[in-house]
């Protein structure tokens, strides 16, 4: 027996003095330094008396000595809860208390609110600050650089990860060793990640995006990152000369497009840009190309399953599309029973692949809700595929408004907006209605120094769509509210204007 993930991502690596972190102050720590930290917390963790398939709750700035931590739980068997590191000590309670966590590694500014939390449980507390100081990494100053690896198999637990839990409370989705595996290897694949490539990693690390995906990809094809704290517009363009590849969110990408700096000389050393997390609007695939010559590289993936779809590396990135299915995962649409649709028709995005997680922890009835015993998970999100097989994903099934009857699906609307004069982006959400349940409201972010002209919008949405999609009331606002990886949330505008059109 073997530790699969330990021994594909990192024990790999074991004796290279190749670069793998790239600081922005210049320092450079390689595969065997990294290692070695990684076997001191490891060593850590034994001593302190955690056992295989405990569960380690993990709210901290990104560091070197934080992407450690990780590498250390895989080797020493346990489950890795990486936290959002705005979840206030209520929120963070919940998740602590749901996952049993054994050991409890914060910043040293929540530590007194955070140890009568772990008292209860019994847990124990550490701290590992940004700057990699605090009691997790000064007791592994002291411990060996090697560390006798776990045996695990490919099914047993490696993370936790919580959904957003925009309806009812966060579920923990347990991700196995071979779940979180299986995709970095097919991602290495599909993006034809080598050795050679330098990724500047400037996604947050308790998220799928950049623990998962940015660092199990580099990882899995010995790859080196240049490792930025939070992203940094100035850092970014003083990296990209030194750097092959960069994933973001597309919040991202609209920074740099508003940077004189950002040109096609710039990018010339880069080879691939991928974009996720949430939506790309098709005109920043069209300005991006335009300035760079690059085409933006879109896919698909969720908490609950890593990466479902990418756009082809070669062949036509459709802007507007998730791609096509990644080998070796399925995907259909279906209806609400489960029954696969027609080509082209809307429905419920279901996929199956052993990038696909194993359940919701403590949460059966949940479980047996979203997977199906066939191995499908249904997913929540609305798509369908076209012709040529790419995936269109048109919102999320409680996204989906029903008025008068008719279903209604954002995405439709929003795309019709997106297109107006001075319009920056858009969200179509259902609000309450007296007469239809619901109605359909549109608002609008401008660009700047722009007034969209809303009569025109409604104009152009009476030219392209039935009359039962017209949004009864445009509202232009500053900004739309988002998470941390630049989702648009929905429920808070839903929740913002629920009485405009109360009886």
């Known amino acids: 027996m073997a530790n699969p993930l330990y021994d594909g991502l990192f024990g790999v690596h074991a004796g290279k003095t190749t670069p793998f972190l790239r600081l922005v102050d210049g320092q450079i720590i390689t595969h065997q330094d990294f290692l070695g930290t990684s076997a001191q917390i490891a060593n850590v963790t034994a001593q302190i008396g955690l056992q295989p398939g405990d569960r ?18 895989a080797q020493a068997g346990l489950v890795f809860l990486p936290l959002n590191t705005a979840y206030t000590v209520d929120e963070l309670t919940y998740f602590i208390e749901n996952s049993g966590a054994a050991l409890i590694v914060c910043d040293a500014a929540s530590e007194a609110k955070l140890t009568p939390v772990a008292a209860q449980l019994g847990a124990r507390v550490e701290t590992l600050n940004a700057d990699g100081s605090g ?14 690896t776990v045996d695990r198999g490919g099914d047993d637990l490696a993370a936790f990860l919580y959904t957003s839990g925009t309806t009812g409370r966060s579920k923990g989705a ?28 400037a996604l947050p690390i308790f998220h799928t995006h950049g623990l998962f995906v940015a660092t199990n990809v580099s990882l899995a094809a010995g790859s080196s990152m240049i490792f930025m704290p939070k992203f940094d517009q100035d850092a970014i363009v003083q990296a990209m000369p030194n750097a092959t590849s960069m994933m973001g969110v597309p919040t991202f990408y609209t920074r740099l497009l508003d940077d004189d700096r950002f040109t096609r000389d710039l990018t010339a050393h880069m080879r691939l840009f991928v974009s996720g997390s949430a939506p790309l609007l098709a005109e920043t695939h069209v300005q991006f190309e335009e300035r760079t ?14 990466m479902n779809t990418s756009n082809p590396y070669d062949g036509e990135r459709r802007a507007g599309t998730v791609g096509m299915p990644l080998p ?39 479980t047996a809700a979203e997977l199906r015993d066939n191995g499908f998970f249904i997913t929540g999100d609305l798509g369908r595929i076209d012709e040529d097989g790419y995936v269109h994903i048109v919102g999320r099934n409680k996204d989906l408004i029903i008025s008068g009857g008719y279903n209604i699906y954002p995405k439709e609307i929003e795309l019709v907006l997106d297109d107006q004069p ?16 619901e109605t359909v409201l549109g608002v609008i972010v401008a660009e700047n120094g722009k007034t969209p002209d809303t009569d025109a919008m409604m104009e152009a949405v009476r030219q392209s769509l039935a009359r039962f999609k017209h949004p009864r009331q445009l509202v232009v606002v500053e900004e739309l509210p988002r998470n941390t990886m630049g989702k648009v949330q929905k429920n808070i505008l839903r929740d913002e204007y629920r009485g405009l059109f109360a009886s």
Not at 56 to 73: M, R
Not at 178 to 185: F, H, M
Not at 293 to 306: A, Q
């Open 56 to 73: 380690v709750a993990v709210q901290v700035q990104k560091s070197p000595e934080a992407l450690a931590l990780y590498a250390a739980c």
């Open 135 to 148: 009691t997790l990494m000064d007791q592994a100053a002291a411990m060996p650089t090697g560390f006798a």
């Open 174 to 201: 347990m991700l196995t060793q071979d779940n979180l595996l299986s995709n970095a290897r097919t991602l290495v694949q599909e993006w034809r990640f080598t050795e050679r490539d330098v990724l500047i990693h």
């Open 293 to 306: 010559g690059h085409r933006i590289l879109e896919r698909y993936g969720m908490t609950e399953t890593n």
């Open 328 to 366: 070796g995962v399925e995907l259909r649409i279906c209806d609400a029973d489960g029954t696969p649709l027609e080509q082209g028709e809307i429905g419920e995005i279901e996929v199956r692949g052993p990038n696909v997680f194993k359940g919701y922890w403590k949460m059966p009835e949940k």
């Open 422 to 437: 001075g319009v920056l982006e858009s969200a179509v959400i259902g609000v309450p209605h007296p007469d239809f349940g």
